[in-house]
């Protein structure tokens, strides 16, 4: 038998589309090394996120159909990510070594923003992806609790320019007000010195190469809030909120604070949905009512990305520096934020790649 030819394996595996871009994997420049050996066919499949969801089913789709060609003994696929970059507009310049900006926003304090922010931050590098958070929320700075750390960084000097080196947590690089703010320092100047902290966490901060930098933005949309996303190149935004909380008008101001700065709103997260009794798995009471999170999307014309239900370890778990997605990964909690990490992944990928496929996404741009 004549040995099998590289077009056939591609002609094969064309089929198979990317359901982001509506296109072959194939046409999309998916596959790489490529090799034929006798009757062993061997390639990578480089996806656009390490976070893709569908990365299990492209492996299993692309062994099943090349090892359906005859005089194929051997098929060996090995999944990769090249994760595309988007940061859009004149600040881009800020962060170029970041390849996406995602910004997790809420209409109120205490919807558990924080808390959704730093669990996608931890199921995009449990997915394989380098990733930052920066915490900015101002009025509450909270990541040092919710990951265990509180030391005041140190800063270095290259090249006669001083930059501060980011902490490292749970594999993530880690930037908060809160390593800054001591318990005495004075109120009335904390308002300014933090606004300028913040500017400096953007441009002074070593960040060094990143997939993924999470900005958990302080709450609401005053100026704080705004100066943020002024002075940032973000991606894409996430806007985070509770089904006893679904206000339409604080999703709304929301939404059009990202549309004074041009930045694409990804879509809504209700967090605290539900709850599930540990006692009684097969009960679902949602506390606060149904559908909400969604309803208030349909209402604004932007993608719903999830319910997350609530768990009282979410709490503990922010008390001990020990989030939920690490702490008890297999909890509904947990795969809630990782199956919303990796929409946000896809999206922000999409976004990234050009301009008129966005439409074809359902990302949201509000105008
Ligand atoms: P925000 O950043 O919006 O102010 P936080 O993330 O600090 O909110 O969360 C507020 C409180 O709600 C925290 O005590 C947090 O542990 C808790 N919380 C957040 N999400 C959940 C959840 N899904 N289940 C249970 N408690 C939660």
């Keep these: 038998m004549s040995q099998i030819q590289e077009a056939q394996v591609l002609d094969a595996l064309r089929p198979i589309i990317d359901p982001d871009f509506g296109k072959s994997i194939v046409d999309l420049g998916f596959i790489k090394e490529l090799r034929v050996e006798g009757e062993h066919v061997s390639f990578a499949i480089e996806l656009t996120t390490p976070a893709c969801p569908v990365k299990s089913e492209f492996e299993r789709q692309a062994k099943e159909r090349v090892a359906a060609l005859p005089g194929v003994a051997e098929v060996s696929v090995t999944m990769t990510a090249q994760t595309r970059g988007g940061a859009v507009g004149p600040e881009r310049e800020a962060l170029p070594h970041v390849k996406n900006v995602l910004a ?8 558990g923003k924080s808390t959704t922010a730093i669990n996608l931050a931890l199921s995009l590098k449990a997915a394989g992806a380098r990733v930052g958070i920066l915490d900015a929320d101002v009025y509450g700075p909270s990541l040092p609790l919710l990951l265990g750390v509180n030391q005041r960084p ?5 090249g006669g320019r001083k930059s501060i080196v980011p902490l490292d947590a749970q594999g993530l690089k880690v930037m ?5 703010i001591t318990d005495d320092s004075p109120v009335i100047w904390r308002g300014p ?11 002074d901060v070593a960040w060094g190469e990143l997939d ?6 302080p709450p609401g949309t005053g100026d704080a809030a705004l100066t943020l996303t002024q002075k940032a190149p973000i991606s894409g935004a996430v806007i985070v909120t509770t089904a006893n909380d679904l206000s339409v008008i604080d999703a709304r101001k929301g939404l059009k604070m990202f549309e004074k700065v041009d930045v694409p709103v990804l879509g809504i997260i209700e967090n605290m949905a539900y709850f599930v009794p540990p006692d009684l798995p097969d009960r679902k009471y949602h506390i606060f009512g149904e559908g909400g999170g969604k309803r208030v999307a349909e209402e604004l ?3 719903f990305l999830g319910e997350v239900p609530i768990d009282t370890r979410v709490v503990e778990g922010g008390d001990t520096g020990q989030p939920i997605v690490v702490h008890a990964p297999d909890s509904d909690v947990a795969r809630a934020f990782a199956s919303i990490a990796g929409t946000v992944a896809r999206k922000l990928a999409v976004l990234a ?11 949201t741009w509000v105008s």
Excluded: W
């Design 212 to 217: 993924y930098l999470v900005i958990d933005l």
């Design 353 to 363: 790649s050009d301009g008129p496929k966005v439409a074809d996404a359902n990302i």
């Design 176 to 180: 908060s007000m809160g390593f800054f």
């Design 301 to 303: 014309g932007v993608a």
């Design 154 to 158: 140190v800063t270095v000097e290259k």
């Design 104 to 111: 997790v926003a809420s209409g109120k304090g205490g919807v």
């Design 193 to 203: 010195m933090v606004h300028g902290l913040i500017g400096q966490f953007l441009t």
